[in-house]
C-alpha cells in the first residue's frame, strides 16, 4: 500500500484514535516519571544563570521595539525586519512588570521546556511511549535548542508553535471537527507573525498536505475543511502583509548568510550550537545522521508494506524538517538567509524523526549507536552553553564606567571589526551616562591620536579597545587611571577588550 493511498478501514480506526490512546498501569506512570526528570534537566539547562550575560545587539532591537510606543510601533515594525508578535505579544506585556535580562529572556525558557514536552506529546501519539521520550530527552540536552531558550528573541517561541501546528494539523485531519481546524489556522498564522523563514515550514508542510488531498488519501470532508483552513492563515496575515511587503523592498543586512556549501557545517550546529569542534566530531554527527536518515527510511518502508501505520504524519514531519532545509537552500541561491538560527523552528520535529530511527530503526544497535553518538556530542557541548559567557560583558563595562566617569567624559570605541562588539548592546548599558564615539582605524594610524586630541585638554576620556591584543599606549599628557582587561567572546568570535580612563595630566 503506498503512502498516501486510503487505508483500509481497520487501519482507519486504529490511525483515528492515534490521538486519544494513552497507557495505563505501570508503563504510565514510569513515563510520567521519566518525563518529570526529562523536564527538571531542561528546566535547569534554560534558566541556570539566564540573566548573566549581557544583552546583545539583537536581543536590544527586540527590546527597544516592545518599548515603542503605541503610536509608532507600526512605524518601527516596518523599518525592522522581522514580523510583530513576539516583540508586542511577548515582551511588551511582560515589561509591564519590569525589565532586565533574566526578565527578558524568561518567555524563551518556558517556552524551550514547553516545546520539550510537545515534543514528548506528538511522539508518543504518533509512534509510541518510546520515541516520545527519546526525543524530548534529546531536545532537552540539544545545545541549538538550549541556546535559543536562553536568549531573548523569538526563536523558542518558534520551534514551539511549529511543534503545535503540526500536532494540530494530524489531530485535525483525524478527528475533522470546525474547532480543531480554527486551531491548526491560528497556530499558523502565529508563525508567520513570529518569524517570515517559518513560511518555508508551512510552505513544505502544506505541499504534502496537498498531494495527499489530491491523491484521495483524505475524505471530501477533510479536503474542504483543510483547504478553508489553510485559506484561513493567510487570510488572518492579511493586515501585516502590506508591512512585509515594505520590509522585504527597503531592508538590507550588512551581515549576509552563510551559502549553500556550508550546510553541513549549520547542521552540525544543531548538536554543538557555538562551541567550537574538530572536523572529525563534525564528521561524527553527519554520519550519525545519515545512518538514522537511512533507517527511518527503511523503517517507513516497512511500515507501508504491512499497512501497520499511518505514514502521513511521518510524511509531514519529514516535510517540515527536510523541506525546510532544502526551500532554504534554494532561496538562498538568491538570498543569503542561511542563519543557523533560522533553523531553530525545526529542530524539535527533527528530534523526533531522529528518535523513531533510533526505535523503530533495524538493525536496533546501528540506529541506537548513530543516536548514541548525536546524544553524546550534545551532552559535551550543552555544558558550555550553559555556563560559559557568549557576548562581550557589558555589565562590568558599565559598572566601572559608572563608578569612575565624571561628568564630561566621552568613551572613544576602537577596533577593527566593530561588529564583534556589538555597538547598540554598548550603547544600550552606558549610552545614557557617556556619549560614545566610534574610531574608524582603517583610515590610518593617526586615528585614534585625532580623536583623542579633538576632545579637549580637559576632558575625561574612555578609551576602550577590542580585538585579539588591544595594546594602545597611553598617550602623552594623560595618565590610565583605569586599565582592566576582558577577555570575552561574541558567538563563535573570542576577543579582548581593554578599558582604559585616561585623564589629563595636571
Request: net charge neutral; proline share 5%; hydrophobic share 50%.
Amino acid at each position: 500500500m503506498s503512502a498516501t493511498s486510503p487505508a483500509p478501514r481497520a487501519m482507519r480506526e486504529e490511525t483515528e484514535d492515534q490521538f486519544d490512546r494513552t497507557d495505563s498501569g505501570a508503563s504510565s506512570r514510569g513515563a510520567v516519571a521519566a518525563l518529570a526528570v526529562i523536564l527538571v534537566v531542561a528546566a535547569v539547562l534554560r534558566l541556570y544563570n539566564l540573566g548573566a550575560d549581557s544583552l546583545w545587539d539583537n536581543e536590544i532591537l527586540s527590546l527597544q521595539r516592545a518599548k515603542t510606543p503605541l503610536s509608532d510601533v507600526v512605524e518601527v515594525l516596518r523599518a525592522g525586519t522581522h514580523p510583530p508578535l513576539y516583540s508586542q505579544g511577548v515582551l511588551r506585556p511582560l515589561f509591564v512588570v519590569g525589565q532586565n535580562e533574566f526578565v527578558q529572556r524568561f518567555p524563551s525558557a518556558v517556552f524551550g521546556v514547553l516545546a520539550v514536552a510537545g515534543v514528548y506529546v506528538l511522539g508518543r501519539r504518533v509512534f509510541d511511549v518510546r520515541v516520545g521520550l527519546v526525543a524530548s530527552a534529546l531536545l532537552a540536552l540539544l545545545p541549538l535548542h538550549v541556546y535559543y531558550s536562553r536568549e531573548g528573541r523569538m526563536y523558542a517561541l518558534l520551534a514551539l508553535l511549529v511543534t503545535a501546528w503540526i500536532a494540530s494539523l494530524l489531530y485535525a485531519r483525524r478527528k475533522n471537527t470546525i474547532g480543531a481546524w480554527i486551531v491548526y489556522a491560528v497556530l499558523g498564522a502565529s508563525i508567520l507573525y513570529t518569524h517570515y523563514y517559518a513560511g518555508l515550514t508551512i510552505a513544505a508542510v502544506i505541499l504534502v498536505t496537498g498531494a495527499a488531498v489530491l491523491t484521495g488519501a483524505v475524505g471530501p470532508s477533510v479536503r474542504r475543511r483543510w483547504l478553508a483552513a489553510t485559506g484561513v492563515i493567510g487570510v488572518l496575515f492579511l493586515p501585516w502583509l502590506p508591512s512585509f511587503l515594505y520590509q522585504f523592498e527597503n531592508s538590507s543586512s550588512n551581515i549576509p548568510g552563510r551559502q549553500p556549501g556550508d550546510l553541513p557545517d549549520i547542521v552540525s550546529q544543531f548538536f554543538t550550537a557555538f562551541v567550537a569542534v574538530s572536523s572529525p566530531v563534525r564528521a561524527i554527527i553527519l554520519g550519525s545522521l545519515a545512518v538514522l536518515a537511512a533507517l527511518l527510511v527503511l523503517a517507513a518502508a516497512r511500515m507501508a508494506q504491512r499497512a501497520e501505520h499511518d505514514l502521513f504524519p511521518l510524511l509531514v514531519m519529514v516535510a517540515a524538517v527536510v523541506g525546510t532545509v532544502v526551500l532554504a537552500v534554494l532561496v538562498s541561491v538568491v538570498e543569503p538567509i542561511l542563519f543557523v538560527r533560522y533553523f531553530a523552528g525545526i529542530l524539535p520535529i527533527g528530534c523526533i524523526l531522529l528518535a523513531a530511527a533510533a526505535v523503530r530503526g533495524r538493525p536496533r544497535v546501528l540506529g541506537w549507536a548513530a543516536f548514541g553518538a548525536l546524544a553524546a556530542v550534545s551532552v559535551a557541548c550543552v555544558i558550555p552553553v550553559v555556563t560559559d559567557s557568549w557576548r562581550p560583558d557589558f555589565g562590568a563595562v558599565t559598572e566601572t564606567v559608572g563608578a569612575e566617569s565624571s561628568d564630561d567624559a566621552i568613551m572613544l570605541v576602537i577596533g577593527n571589526n566593530q561588529n564583534d562588539l556589538a555597538l547598540s548592546g554598548l550603547d544600550h548599558y552606558i549610552g545614557d551616562r557617556v556619549p560614545i564615539q566610534v574610531v574608524d582605524t582603517s583610515v590610518g594610524d593617526s586615528a585614534v591620536p585625532d580623536a583623542i586630541a579633538a576632545q579637549g585638554a580637559d576632558s575625561d576620556i574612555w578609551l576602550l579597545q577590542h580585538g585579539s591584543t588591544p595594546t594602545l599606549a597611553v598617550p602623552e599628557g594623560f595618565v590610565a587611571t583605569v586599565d582592566e582587561t576582558y577577555d570575552t567572546r561574541f558567538f563563535e568570535r573570542r576577543f579582548r577588550m581593554r578599558l582604559t580612563l585616561l585623564e589629563p595630566v595636571a
